[in-house]
Protein backbone atom coordinates (compact mmCIF):
# COMPACT_ATOMS: atom_id res chain seq x y z
CA UNK A 1 0.00 0.00 0.00
CA UNK A 2 1.26 3.35 -0.87
CA UNK A 3 0.54 6.61 1.77
CA UNK A 4 1.15 9.99 0.42
CA UNK A 5 2.12 12.85 2.64
CA UNK A 6 1.73 15.87 1.31
CA UNK A 7 4.07 19.04 2.28
CA UNK A 8 3.12 22.49 2.20
CA UNK A 9 5.26 25.64 2.97
CA UNK A 10 5.24 25.85 6.35
CA UNK A 11 4.65 21.57 7.30
CA UNK A 12 6.70 21.31 10.13
CA UNK A 13 5.49 16.70 10.70
CA UNK A 14 5.72 15.51 7.03
CA UNK A 15 8.61 13.68 7.67
CA UNK A 16 7.67 12.21 10.84
CA UNK A 17 4.55 11.05 8.88
CA UNK A 18 6.71 9.55 5.91
CA UNK A 19 8.57 7.58 8.71
CA UNK A 20 5.53 6.06 10.43
CA UNK A 21 3.88 5.12 7.41
CA UNK A 22 6.99 3.19 6.77
CA UNK A 23 7.01 2.10 10.84
CA UNK A 24 3.54 0.88 10.33
CA UNK A 25 4.22 -1.52 7.09
CA UNK A 26 3.40 0.83 3.89
CA UNK A 27 5.17 2.54 1.48
CA UNK A 28 5.74 6.33 1.84
CA UNK A 29 5.21 8.58 -1.16
CA UNK A 30 6.16 12.41 -0.54
CA UNK A 31 3.82 14.45 -2.67
CA UNK A 32 4.16 18.50 -3.30
CA UNK A 33 1.21 21.11 -2.06
CA UNK A 34 1.85 22.90 -6.08
CA UNK A 35 1.41 20.04 -8.22
CA UNK A 36 -1.79 18.31 -9.40
CA UNK A 37 -0.23 14.70 -8.91
CA UNK A 38 -1.61 12.34 -6.37
CA UNK A 39 0.78 9.94 -7.79
CA UNK A 40 -1.55 7.14 -7.33
CA UNK A 41 -1.78 6.88 -3.88
CA UNK A 42 -3.76 4.71 -2.05
CA UNK A 43 -4.66 6.91 1.10
CA UNK A 44 -3.14 10.54 1.85
CA UNK A 45 -2.14 12.42 4.96
CA UNK A 46 -1.88 15.88 5.54
CA UNK A 47 0.75 16.51 8.34
CA UNK A 48 0.96 18.74 10.94
CA UNK A 49 2.90 22.32 10.44
CA UNK A 50 1.90 25.76 10.38
CA UNK A 51 1.10 26.53 7.04
CA UNK A 52 1.31 29.90 5.72
CA UNK A 53 2.38 30.96 9.20
CA UNK A 54 -1.35 30.10 9.46
CA UNK A 55 -1.79 33.50 8.03
CA UNK A 56 -5.78 34.55 7.21
CA UNK A 57 -6.81 31.25 9.30
CA UNK A 58 -4.42 28.57 10.17
CA UNK A 59 -5.04 25.90 7.09
CA UNK A 60 -7.11 28.55 4.76
CA UNK A 61 -4.30 29.32 2.20
CA UNK A 62 -3.24 25.75 2.16
CA UNK A 63 -6.27 24.77 1.30
CA UNK A 64 -6.94 26.57 -1.95
CA UNK A 65 -3.41 24.83 -2.86
CA UNK A 66 -3.40 22.91 -6.36
CA UNK A 67 -2.93 19.64 -5.19
CA UNK A 68 -6.15 19.96 -2.52
CA UNK A 69 -8.63 19.83 -5.71
CA UNK A 70 -7.35 16.22 -6.46
CA UNK A 71 -7.60 15.88 -2.30
CA UNK A 72 -10.97 16.86 -2.59
CA UNK A 73 -11.72 14.86 -5.60
CA UNK A 74 -9.72 11.47 -4.42
CA UNK A 75 -12.10 11.97 -0.94
CA UNK A 76 -15.39 12.05 -2.57
CA UNK A 77 -13.90 8.77 -4.71
CA UNK A 78 -13.36 7.29 -0.77
CA UNK A 79 -9.97 7.37 -0.31
CA UNK A 80 -8.50 7.58 2.99
CA UNK A 81 -7.57 11.17 4.24
CA UNK A 82 -6.04 11.55 7.77
CA UNK A 83 -5.60 15.38 8.53
CA UNK A 84 -3.31 15.88 11.21
CA UNK A 85 -3.35 19.27 13.38
CA UNK A 86 -2.68 22.01 10.62
CA UNK A 87 -4.31 18.77 8.08
CA UNK A 88 -7.25 19.14 10.29
CA UNK A 89 -7.58 22.38 9.79
CA UNK A 90 -7.10 22.29 5.78
CA UNK A 91 -9.96 19.24 5.95
CA UNK A 92 -12.00 22.03 7.76
CA UNK A 93 -11.17 25.09 5.40
CA UNK A 94 -11.69 22.39 2.69
CA UNK A 95 -15.58 21.14 4.17
CA UNK A 96 -14.14 17.74 3.95
CA UNK A 97 -14.89 17.67 7.60
CA UNK A 98 -17.54 19.80 9.55
CA UNK A 99 -16.32 22.62 11.94
CA UNK A 100 -13.75 25.00 12.14
CA UNK A 101 -11.01 26.00 14.59
CA UNK A 102 -10.46 29.06 16.35
CA UNK A 103 -7.60 30.09 18.92
CA UNK A 104 -7.28 27.96 21.51
CA UNK A 105 -9.74 29.47 24.31
CA UNK A 106 -6.88 30.05 26.82
CA UNK A 107 -4.55 31.92 23.79
CA UNK A 108 -1.62 29.92 24.92
CA UNK A 109 0.47 27.62 22.41
CA UNK A 110 0.04 24.53 23.73
CA UNK A 111 1.90 21.21 23.94
CA UNK A 112 1.32 18.29 26.27
CA UNK A 113 0.74 14.49 26.21
CA UNK A 114 -2.76 14.28 25.58
CA UNK A 115 -5.41 11.47 26.69
CA UNK A 116 -8.26 10.95 24.71
CA UNK A 117 -10.56 7.87 23.93
CA UNK A 118 -11.82 6.14 20.09
CA UNK A 119 -15.36 6.95 20.03
CA UNK A 120 -15.99 5.44 16.85
CA UNK A 121 -13.74 2.53 15.20
CA UNK A 122 -16.17 2.09 12.10
CA UNK A 123 -13.42 5.05 10.14
CA UNK A 124 -10.84 3.94 7.84
CA UNK A 125 -8.13 5.13 10.45
CA UNK A 126 -10.17 3.74 13.44
CA UNK A 127 -10.83 0.56 13.05
CA UNK A 128 -7.67 -1.34 14.67
CA UNK A 129 -8.75 0.58 18.03
CA UNK A 130 -11.66 -1.17 20.53
CA UNK A 131 -14.23 0.86 21.10
CA UNK A 132 -13.84 3.22 23.64
CA UNK A 133 -10.17 2.93 23.83
CA UNK A 134 -8.13 5.28 25.68
CA UNK A 135 -5.30 6.64 24.77
CA UNK A 136 -1.76 9.03 24.57
CA UNK A 137 -0.58 10.63 21.68
CA UNK A 138 1.27 14.42 21.62
CA UNK A 139 -0.97 17.19 21.14
CA UNK A 140 0.70 20.89 20.30
CA UNK A 141 -1.41 23.93 18.48
CA UNK A 142 -2.02 27.36 18.74
CA UNK A 143 -5.55 27.49 17.21
CA UNK A 144 -7.19 23.99 18.07
CA UNK A 145 -10.80 24.88 19.89
CA UNK A 146 -13.06 22.89 17.53
CA UNK A 147 -16.32 25.10 16.76
CA UNK A 148 -19.15 24.14 15.10
CA UNK A 149 -23.03 25.78 15.22
CA UNK A 150 -25.43 24.01 17.45
CA UNK A 151 -26.94 21.81 14.54
CA UNK A 152 -23.99 20.71 13.19
CA UNK A 153 -22.58 19.60 17.02
CA UNK A 154 -26.05 18.04 17.61
CA UNK A 155 -25.63 15.87 13.68
CA UNK A 156 -22.01 14.84 13.66
CA UNK A 157 -22.73 13.51 17.82
CA UNK A 158 -25.69 11.41 16.37
CA UNK A 159 -23.93 10.47 12.81
CA UNK A 160 -21.41 9.08 15.53
CA UNK A 161 -18.52 11.40 13.89
CA UNK A 162 -16.76 12.34 16.67
CA UNK A 163 -14.47 10.09 16.88
CA UNK A 164 -12.16 11.28 19.26
CA UNK A 165 -12.95 13.20 22.38
CA UNK A 166 -10.34 14.36 24.71
CA UNK A 167 -10.41 13.42 28.66
CA UNK A 168 -8.66 14.57 31.67
CA UNK A 169 -7.71 17.90 30.36
CA UNK A 170 -9.51 19.75 27.40
CA UNK A 171 -6.65 21.40 26.33
CA UNK A 172 -7.92 23.96 23.81
CA UNK A 173 -11.48 24.63 24.88
CA UNK A 174 -12.90 22.55 21.70
CA UNK A 175 -16.59 22.18 22.00
CA UNK A 176 -17.95 18.87 23.61
CA UNK A 177 -14.70 17.99 24.13
CA UNK A 178 -14.28 16.91 20.88
CA UNK A 179 -10.40 16.15 19.39
CA UNK A 180 -11.08 15.04 16.13
CA UNK A 181 -13.80 14.14 13.25
CA UNK A 182 -14.67 12.08 10.52
CA UNK A 183 -16.53 12.88 7.49
CA UNK A 184 -20.24 10.96 7.26
CA UNK A 185 -18.58 8.08 5.30
CA UNK A 186 -15.69 7.64 7.44
CA UNK A 187 -12.52 8.17 5.08
CA UNK A 188 -11.87 11.20 5.93
CA UNK A 189 -10.93 11.71 9.41
CA UNK A 190 -9.04 14.91 11.39
CA UNK A 191 -7.74 15.16 15.01
CA UNK A 192 -5.78 17.81 16.59
CA UNK A 193 -3.32 15.59 18.56
CA UNK A 194 -0.21 14.05 16.65
CA UNK A 195 -0.47 9.78 16.05
CA UNK A 196 2.89 10.29 14.39
CA UNK A 197 4.95 11.38 17.02
CA UNK A 198 4.04 8.47 19.02
CA UNK A 199 4.74 5.22 16.48
CA UNK A 200 8.31 4.53 17.50
CA UNK A 201 9.85 2.87 21.14
CA UNK A 202 11.67 5.68 22.41
CA UNK A 203 10.14 8.82 20.87
CA UNK A 204 6.92 8.56 21.81
CA UNK A 205 4.82 9.79 25.19
CA UNK A 206 5.98 8.38 28.43
CA UNK A 207 3.88 5.20 29.64
CA UNK A 208 3.72 3.61 32.90
CA UNK A 209 6.16 1.23 31.76
CA UNK A 210 8.93 3.09 30.33
CA UNK A 211 10.00 6.53 29.49
CA UNK A 212 8.79 7.71 25.96
CA UNK A 213 7.26 3.91 25.20
CA UNK A 214 4.12 5.43 23.91
CA UNK A 215 3.02 4.23 20.23
CA UNK A 216 -0.74 4.39 20.30
CA UNK A 217 -0.50 6.42 17.32
CA UNK A 218 0.24 3.27 15.28
CA UNK A 219 -3.39 1.73 14.62
CA UNK A 220 -3.97 4.94 12.99
CA UNK A 221 -2.12 3.82 10.32
CA UNK A 222 -2.33 -0.21 10.68
CA UNK A 223 -6.30 1.27 10.65
CA UNK A 224 -5.44 2.50 7.02
CA UNK A 225 -3.90 -0.44 6.31
CA UNK A 226 -6.48 -3.00 7.11
CA UNK A 227 -8.97 -0.96 5.31
CA UNK A 228 -7.03 -1.17 2.03
CA UNK A 229 -6.20 -4.79 2.54
CA UNK A 230 -9.88 -5.62 3.02
CA UNK A 231 -10.66 -3.31 0.12
CA UNK A 232 -8.49 -5.67 -2.51
CA UNK B 1 -15.83 39.17 12.52
CA UNK B 2 -16.48 36.73 14.61
CA UNK B 3 -20.09 35.34 14.83
CA UNK B 4 -21.82 36.80 17.81
CA UNK B 5 -21.89 33.53 19.53
CA UNK B 6 -18.66 32.45 19.27
CA UNK B 7 -16.03 32.86 22.16
CA UNK B 8 -13.23 35.92 21.04
CA UNK B 9 -10.42 35.48 23.61
CA UNK B 10 -8.06 37.96 21.97
CA UNK B 11 -11.26 40.83 22.17
CA UNK B 12 -11.41 39.43 25.76
CA UNK B 13 -8.17 39.96 26.76
CA UNK B 14 -8.00 43.57 25.09
CA UNK B 15 -11.43 44.14 26.54
CA UNK B 16 -9.55 42.85 29.80
CA UNK B 17 -6.84 45.69 29.15
CA UNK B 18 -9.23 48.37 28.83
CA UNK B 19 -10.77 47.82 32.47
CA UNK B 20 -7.15 47.59 33.77
CA UNK B 21 -6.68 51.13 31.99
CA UNK B 22 -9.73 52.12 34.04
CA UNK B 23 -12.35 52.38 30.80
CA UNK B 24 -14.95 51.03 32.51
CA UNK B 25 -17.69 52.17 30.53
CA UNK B 26 -16.64 49.11 28.06
CA UNK B 27 -18.97 46.08 28.45
CA UNK B 28 -17.19 43.74 25.59
CA UNK B 29 -14.11 43.92 23.07
CA UNK B 30 -14.58 41.82 19.72
CA UNK B 31 -12.05 41.56 16.80
CA UNK B 32 -12.30 41.39 13.33
CA UNK B 33 -10.18 41.64 10.13
CA UNK B 34 -10.66 44.17 7.39
CA UNK B 35 -9.01 43.39 3.91
CA UNK B 36 -8.02 46.28 1.63
CA UNK B 37 -8.31 44.71 -1.98
CA UNK B 38 -6.51 46.78 -5.14
CA UNK B 39 -7.01 46.84 -8.33
CA UNK B 40 -6.41 49.45 -11.56
CA UNK B 41 -9.09 51.69 -12.86
CA UNK B 42 -12.50 51.72 -11.80
CA UNK B 43 -14.83 49.10 -9.80
CA UNK B 44 -17.30 48.24 -11.65
CA UNK B 45 -20.74 46.27 -10.18
CA UNK B 46 -19.28 42.53 -11.30
CA UNK B 47 -16.17 43.31 -9.78
CA UNK B 48 -17.74 44.77 -6.74
CA UNK B 49 -20.12 41.15 -6.81
CA UNK B 50 -16.44 38.89 -7.28
CA UNK B 51 -15.27 40.17 -3.67
CA UNK B 52 -18.06 39.84 -2.55
CA UNK B 53 -18.24 36.22 -3.19
CA UNK B 54 -14.48 36.27 -2.30
CA UNK B 55 -15.34 37.72 0.75
CA UNK B 56 -17.47 34.84 1.84
CA UNK B 57 -15.72 31.97 0.04
CA UNK B 58 -12.46 32.91 0.96
CA UNK B 59 -11.20 35.61 3.20
CA UNK B 60 -13.78 34.52 5.65
CA UNK B 61 -14.99 31.15 6.87
CA UNK B 62 -18.72 31.17 7.16
CA UNK B 63 -18.64 28.40 10.23
CA UNK B 64 -16.69 31.26 12.27
CA UNK B 65 -17.07 33.98 10.63
CA UNK B 66 -19.56 36.91 9.54
CA UNK B 67 -18.56 39.37 6.18
CA UNK B 68 -19.84 42.52 7.89
CA UNK B 69 -19.90 45.05 4.57
CA UNK B 70 -17.77 45.46 1.33
CA UNK B 71 -17.02 49.07 0.64
CA UNK B 72 -15.55 50.22 -2.27
CA UNK B 73 -12.69 53.24 -1.29
CA UNK B 74 -11.23 55.70 -3.18
CA UNK B 75 -7.08 55.39 -3.82
CA UNK B 76 -6.80 58.76 -1.35
CA UNK B 77 -8.47 56.87 1.52
CA UNK B 78 -6.36 53.28 0.83
CA UNK B 79 -2.98 55.14 0.09
Known amino acids: MRIGVITFPGSLDDRDAIRAVAIAGATPVALWHGEHDLQGVDAIILPGGFSYGDYLRAGAIASHAPIMAEVISAADRGVPV ?9 LAEARLVPGAHTRNAHQQFIRRDQRMRVENVRTDWTNQFTAGQEITIPLKNADGRFVADADTLARIEDNGQVVFRYIGVNPNGSLNDIAG ?3 ERGNVVGLMPHPEHATEPGFGPDTELAMASGVDGLPFFESVIASFAAAV | MPKAELLDPQGKAVAGALSRLGKTRFTGVRIGKRF ?10 ALLAEVRELAVDMFSNSVIEDVVSVD ?8
Open chain 1, 82 to 90: LGICNGFQM
Open chain 2, 36 to 45: EVTVDGEVDA
Open chain 1, 181 to 183: VAN
Open chain 2, 72 to 79: VLDAAVTA
